[in-house]
């Protein structure tokens, strides 16, 4: 670099650590010293130590600090990292913080952020024997991602479960260098390490049941019980544990230690069920790290989050993660409400009593927030204690406190009967939790009927019918109200989330002491979707051993389902329509047989993310800044030097699915690159879902390929057709090649 650049650069930075400096949401003192992440500049070849060994990279990292240790006499070096950034975390004032700008090799200090794992609510055990992984079996059945390492970060794991067993888990591959902190680990669960500010005697052990959970859907193993058998997506794949949440919160420092790890040990599929809100790429540290595992070749799996029905509230927004929205099953635990007017409303409960306990006869309705009091409406415990609800059903609205608050209230005002009803931004979305007391949980439409029965009747009634586990709910799959929905705002207007899994009161493995506790319990969360993605991402690395990730990615994505079981565009728990899933759904339903086989896949090189990158513009400053700005983001996210004399816009990456916005002009094109992972001769035939109120018209309407890695490029060009709608209106379509046996789709986003 050029002494004048090298000047405007460091004339720039105070700017970068202001602009992450404002993410901090408490404001500080200045003597109070905190977490930081600080990337560094890729040291020169020809630096005086050793880089490659972990004792002269912990001195280098030493050598930006004031000092070895806090007053308090505990290190402050905290973390060095190896491969998921150029950098090291480490406790600090702000002021320290910010007078490590003059030093030469420093890029970006940014404070540790808080990340939440993604899962609804906390879950009560549901004593039901039924257990149906979703999707089906044919897969595992012909396929369980033997050999393949899937890296959990998460709360830890619980390795005597009999989900985690490993019979019949061949020895873990050759390649393999992760270690176990943890008795009972085996040849399931091969590695197990938990990070918690450099702490280096924190057991892995899960306290929470989160990591346990999503492992269990990941890859456990087969796990027979009474009525059913139990597995997750890759039986036979193993499980490496980076346990680096505590008290259902997780920190970027430790997450990034985590991951580090986790390429170190070479893991081939990497889970993360957690995340915060959007930021910009290269400040988002699940984003960075991620983008270093995927140069190793790792998949990485991620949640979209629990956002919705917010728009664009949504995680993990990088083209090189793959990001899983939650959709509900067909399987529903059902509590029917019948009213005093007859009418039927059929809700959910896991807590199904017996007639003999609870029988099935007319009670008073109870709606403690009729007058309009929003914490009685809620049931707060508080608004409750001066009414006599004995005997009675209590009406109250899902959500806004622990509804297991709720259940205390009512069960401490003598209710007989509880019925949760979802708010309109809840919809449709019911859990099938197991309550102290008899109870229901009803859609938003259903709590609204309640509501007017109630509104017109002087001495409302209802009772309870509870008719146990029940499949071929409809509409099934549809996408779940709490699913984080796009559109995306920090990655150039990608489509994210990129697909649905389950995600809606998933069954799995659950930790437990005692002998006679039950062995799975029901959770929901995007956490647990990406959990389903990941397993399959599994099999399909075991079946491709030689495939990149974003060969992965573009088979996960074009072969999901558009279309739910009965052939409809899948259906929106949250709108009550079907108008707008691809911002909730990505491409559609996860689905494993046909990710298997894709026959086309849209490839990603290394290169072209960075091309990508430099495209992205984050900031708005003007030239020459910005260019060197982009120099610096991007080298944060590529750990090198980038000259960002290539760049490309985000709708030019070879990503599997098409997102295109307008803006001024009224027509737009963008080229993709199909690759055959086919060995025979093949050819793809277009078919076209126009998006309203635009042309598409195709370069080619017909691929052939001949033999494997055959690669093939078409044009599409978008023109608006009729009138041109309002700014920011969202269109969509589908592009499909498909031949004699496959059909590969890519959703199509449209924004005007
Ligand atoms: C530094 O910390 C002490 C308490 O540890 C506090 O009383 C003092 O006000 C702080 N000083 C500044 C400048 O924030
Ligand atoms: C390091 O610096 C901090 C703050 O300046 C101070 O409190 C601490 O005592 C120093 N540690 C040593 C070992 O000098
Ligand atoms: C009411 O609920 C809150 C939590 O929502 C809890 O902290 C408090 O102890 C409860 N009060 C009573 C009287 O149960
Ligand atoms: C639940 O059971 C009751 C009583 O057997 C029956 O009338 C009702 O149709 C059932 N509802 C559902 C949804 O299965
Ligand atoms: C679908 O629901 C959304 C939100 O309720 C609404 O804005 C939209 O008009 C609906 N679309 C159709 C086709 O009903």
Redesign the pocket.
């Given at each position: 670099m050029q002494p004048l650049l090298l000047l405007l650069l460091l004339s720039v930075l105070p700017f970068v650590f202001l602009l992450s400096q404002s993410q901090l949401l408490l404001p500080i003192t200045n003597n109070q010293t905190q977490t930081y992440i600080i990337h560094l500049k890729d040291p020169a070849a020809a630096h005086p130590l050793d880089l490659h060994s972990t004792a002269d990279l912990k001195i280098w990292h030493a050598s930006f600090l004031p000092n070895a240790t806090l007053s308090s006499g505990e290190p402050r070096l905290l973390y060095s990292y190896r491969h998921a950034i150029t950098g090291f975390a480490a406790s600090l004032t702000p002021q320290e913080a910010k007078s490590m700008e003059s030093i030469q090799d420093f890029i970006l200090a940014c404070p540790d952020r808080r990340l939440f794992l993604h899962t609804t609510y906390t879950p009560r055990f549901l004593n039901l024997d039924e257990w149906t992984s979703a999707g089906g079996s044919v897969w595992e059945k012909s396929f369980y991602g033997e050999g393949a390492v899937i890296g959990v970060v998460d709360t830890g794991i619980s390795p005597n479960h009999p989900s985690f067993s490993d019979d019949g888990i061949p020895f873990p591959p050759i390649k393999w260098k992760g270690r176990c902190s943890l008795t009972g680990c085996n040849n399931k669960v091969i590695g197990a390490k938990a990070f918690r500010a450099g702490d280096r005697n924190v057991s892995p052990l899960d306290l929470d049941g989160h990591g346990t959970h999503v492992a269990g859907i990941a890859a456990g193993n087969f796990v027979r019980f009474a009525g059913g058998t139990a597995s997750g997506m890759a039986p036979k794949a193993h499980l490496a544990v980076y346990k680096a949440c505590f008290g259902g919160e997780c920190r970027d420092s430790d997450v990034l230690a985590a991951v580090d790890q986790a390429i170190d040990d070479r893991v081939s599929v990497l889970l993360i069920p957690l995340g915060g809100m959007p930021l910009p790429l290269y400040q988002d540290s699940v984003a960075v790290a991620s983008f270093a595992a995927v140069g190793k070749g790792i998949v990485v799996c991620a949640s979209a989050g629990n956002g919705g029905p917010r728009k664009s509230e949504i995680s993990h927004e990088a083209p090189w993660v793959v990001t899983a929205g939650a959709s509900s099953a067909d399987r529903r635990v059902i509590a029917t409400v019948r009213l005093g007017n007859g009418v039927d409303l059929v809700g959910e409960s896991g807590f199904q009593p017996p007639k003999e306990d609870f029988p099935t006869s007319f009670r008073p309705l109870a709606f403690p927030g009729i007058d309009g009091d929003p914490a009685a409406a809620n049931c707060?415990?508080?608004s409750l204690a001066d009414l006599d609800l004995r005997g009675k059903i209590v009406l109250c609205f899902a959500g806004d406190?622990?509804n297991t608050?709720k259940f205390?209230?009512a069960t401490?005002a003598g209710a007989a009967a509880v019925i949760l009803m979802n708010r309109r931004r809840h919809g449709f979305t019911t859990r099938s939790d197991s309550h102290d007391l008899p109870a229901s949980h009803l859609s938003y439409m259903d709590g609204r009927l309640l509501r007017s029965y109630i509104y017109s009747s002087s001495s409302a009634v209802a009772a309870l019918i509870f008719n146990g586990t029940v499949y071929g709910a409809r509409p099934s799959p549809a996408i779940a109200a709490f699913s984080s929905r796009g559109p995306s705002l920090m990655n150039g207007g990608l489509l994210k989330p990129d697909i649905i899994a389950p995600g809606v009161n998933v069954l799995s493995a659950w930790p437990s002491s005692a002998v006679s506790a039950p062995l799975f319990k029901f959770m929901s969360g995007t956490s647990m979707a990406a959990a389903h993605v990941a397993g399959v991402a599994a099999l399909i690395r075991k079946k491709h051993p030689r495939w990149s990730p974003a060969m992965i990615h573009s088979a996960l994505v074009t072969s999901a389902s558009n279309l739910d079981l009965d052939g409809n565009q899948l259906f929106d728990e949250l709108s009550y329509n079907n108008s707008g899933s691809l911002l909730a759904a990505g491409a559609g339903q996860l689905h494993p047989a046909g990710a298997m086989n894709p026959g086309l896949v849209y490839d990603i090189e290394r290169k072209h993310f960075l091309h990508y990158l430099c495209g992205l513009g984050y900031s708005s400053t003007e030239l020459p800044y910005r260019r060197l700005f982009l120099m610096t983001q991007v080298r944060v996210i590529a750990k090198q030097m980038v000259s960002c004399d290539k760049s490309m816009g985000a709708e030019e990456l070879n990503y599997p699915s098409i997102s295109v916005r307008f803006g001024s002009s009224p027509e737009k094109a963008v080229v993709r690159t199909a690759k055959s992972v086919r060995k025979r001769s093949t050819v793809y035939w277009a078919r076209i879902e126009e998006p309203k109120g635009v042309r598409m018209d195709l370069s080619r309407y017909e691929l052939s390929f001949s033999r494997a890695n055959q690669e093939e490029s078409f044009e599409i060009k978008f023109r608006i057709q009729g009138p041109r709608p309002g700014r920011g209106h969202v269109s969509q379509g589908r592009l499909s090649w498909v031949s004699r046996t496959r059909v590969v789709s890519s959703p199509i986003l449209i924004i005007f």
């Open positions: 707060h415990n508080r406190a622990e608050d205390h209230a401490n």
